[in-house]
Each structure stands twice: as C-alpha cells, then as structure tokens.
C-alpha cells in the first residue's frame, strides 16, 4: 500500500463523516438493512454555543438531540442522530444551537441538500423523491432554496432586451422558463414551471434599477 494510505481498525465513519464539534459514538443499521444511523455527541473540546436563529455566541440551557438526514452511504439511507444544545438567545428566546453542517430550519445536512439540487437538474423532482424515500415537497423545497441562492448572487449585466421563453424535459411533464439577455445571449435565469406561471419570480428577484433598465422583454411562443 502506498505511503499515502492510513490503516484502520474498523470503518473510519468519523474520518469520512468529517463533521466538525462531533464525534461518532456508535453505528447502527435499521432493521431491513435500509438505514444506517449514526449517533454522534458532542466533541467536549467545543465548549461553545451559538444561536442558529442569529448567530450569537450565547450560553447553553439543556441538552437534546435531533435527527439529521445525510449523504446515502453504500446504497443506504443515512441518518445522524445528533446530540446538541438547546440555547437561551437573549435575541431570539429558546433556540437551538447553530450546527456547522445544517442549515436552522432543515432536517438534513447542507451536502445532502446539495446533492438532491444537483440530482434534480438531471433527473426531476418526482424522480429524486422516489430514489431516497423523500415527499415531493421536501425535494421541491431544497431545489427551490438553492435555485434562490444560486440566482440571487448573479450579476444579470447591463439588461436591456430579454426573452422569455419555456422548455420542457423529455417526458413532457416538467416545463422550465428560461431568461435570456439578448445582448449577450446568455442565460440569466432559469425558473421551474411554465413562463407564465412564475416570469413574476424573476422579476421580483430584480432590484429597482434593474427593473427600469428593461427596455423590452420579448415572450417567446
Ligand atoms: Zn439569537
């Protein structure tokens, strides 16, 4: 074995999960053999809480655990079963505490919601639903975060004329609207739906000035 190579007794899943302030206090897989969770404890060394409403150091009030979705391992589902602080934000009230990996609201971690918008740009919604046991809504959702990420950090230029136009994916099902600059002939914007339905999504993303520096925006039919 090359020098670059560790040995390891067992599996290293606190190596390969590399989740910072946790560690892994044991393993287990769920009946049928679908699922493997992973229960995870705080690393003592982070002494630490922060508010995941704002972000605050504050101080800690109990503790608790929470369930976390991550990326499938070997063709299963994983969960992490995380141990965390409950926190008393003078800010915000009771909160729980902020968790590297996990955005304040979601149930699974910021790779696995990655993962899911990148599998959704190639298949559909419905399919990557069906493929990890998740509900329509809970993919439609994290497809729909990071499209609102992804566009709101784009500099759509200096827009004058634009067209409007709509695709849809080979079964037919699924239609996407697609903003184009007609100076530059790049895409600007992408919208999942039919253009009539959601063109207001991307005008409402732009800002005042934006708005007034459209001087023509063509539908394409
Ligand atoms: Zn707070």
Redesign the pocket.
Known sequence: MSKEFKKHQGFPVQRILSLRGMTVDFTEIEEGGKSIIIHLNQDKRFKKSF?S????R?PRKRRARRKIRDLPMLQKAVYLDCELFIVK?P??GQ?RERLDFVDKCSRMTTRFESFIFKLVAMTTVKDTADKYDLSWDTVKNVDKKYLTEKFSEIDYGNLEYVSIDEITNKKGRDYLTIVMNLDTRKVIWVGEGRKEENIDEFFDALSKKQKETIKRAVRIK
Request: proline content about 0%; overall charge positive; some cysteine.
């Open positions: 508010c409403e704002c972000g605050k504050v934000c800010h915000c909160r």
